[in-house]
């Protein structure tokens, strides 16, 4: 483990109590530990050095406090769950400071891996994982260029769990396409007026429509729901309704449809054809009735 006592976690953290028993959360880190791994395709942290290191570190810690805290905000005892309040000198915090804090648990836990996944795009040893096989593979090259083209907050680890969408979105665009899509050759900073920009606009809004479609509302990314999170006034936030998520993943359906003509147009206009002028109907005109039977 990166973190093996409990003076580690009050460091990282500054709420952890260094002389709590290190013993009760342990399981926890590990759990956390895993999880990151799995998803960066990782044996282990343990290797890490310097700065990919202390992020690592952070991103454990915060993590780990949080799943600890929610686990002891009752006490569980024999007979099952326990609320003890002295009235004289402790009171309940209300739910809605719980969710604040938790809130603020997971800004630093993503902010911690979003600095992790920064320091391993540098690393010589992570170039050979196939997750970076993978991203060398995908148009949109890294979290700058999703952020350029998509206004979300920018995250390299948002831009990790894109991947898979990415991809098929991807995968779709180039058959819309057709012949001369060579990712390899759209990797360069985006330009408005090529098919290369539409081609990659399009896929970055079909791949956020199918995460937002194929994920449950609590396994978003934090990135991703801050999109449609909205302020209930006061000390209340509320998470975005089925509705409105559904009425935001519309959107980007048919902002993507129009990326894909907008493809299409500017590929046949640099190649030099004439772009499409017929009409499925004849234009309306009074002076020109006409009924074929």
């Known amino acids: ?12 953290t500054g709420s952890f109590y260094a002389n709590n028993d290190f013993s009760k959360i342990e399981n ?15 044996q282990s942290l343990d290797g890490l050095a310097g700065d990919a290191k202390l992020a690592a570190q952070q991103a454990v ?8 805290y929610r ?29 604040r804090d938790d809130r603020a648990h997971l800004e630093e836990y993503y902010r911690a891996l979003d600095r992790l996944v920064f320091c391993l795009m540098g690393n010589e040893n992570f170039h050979q994982s196939a997750l970076y096989q993978r991203i060398q593979k995908v148009i949109i090259g890294n979290a700058d260029e999703l952020t350029w083209l998509t206004g979300i907050e920018p995250s390299p680890w948002l ?8 991809l098929e979105s991807q995968q779709f665009v180039e058959k819309a396409y057709g012949e001369g899509f060579i990712p390899g050759n ?6 408005t007026d090529t098919a290369d920009y539409a081609a990659k606009m399009a896929t970055a809004l079909g791949a956020i429509a199918l995460m937002g479609r194929r994920t449950s509302l609590q396994a978003l990314p934090y990135g991703l729901m801050q999109l449609t999170m909205s302020n209930g006034g006061g000390n209340t936030e509320t998470a975005p309704s089925i509705e409105q998520l559904n009425a935001y993943l519309k959107q980007l359906s048919i902002d993507q ?15 030099g054809k004439d772009p499409a002028t017929h009409l499925q109907m004849p234009e309306n005109d009074k002076h020109h009735k006409f009924m074929r039977v």
Not at 1 to 12: Q, V
Not at 28 to 42: H, N, P, Q, S
Not at 76 to 82: I, P, S, V
Not at 186 to 191: E, G, N, R, T
């Open 159 to 166: 831009y990790i769990q894109l991947l898979p969408f990415l």
């Open 28 to 42: 926890t880190i590990k759990g956390v530990e895993t999880d990151i791994c799995r998803i960066l395709g990782m």
């Open 257 to 271: 449809r129009y990326w894909i003509n907008e493809m299409k147009r500017l590929r046949d206009l640099a190649a």
């Open 186 to 191: 759209l990797q360069q900073l985006p330009d």
């Open 61 to 68: 810690a915060f993590m780990a406090t949080m799943r600890f």
């Open 71 to 99: 686990l002891n905000d009752i006490s569980h005892e024999n007979a099952g769950r326990k609320v003890k309040i002295d009235k004289e000198n402790e009171a309940r915090p209300f739910e809605w400071q719980l969710a």
């Open 1 to 12: 483990m990166i973190i093996t006592k409990s003076e580690d976690l009050r460091n990282l």
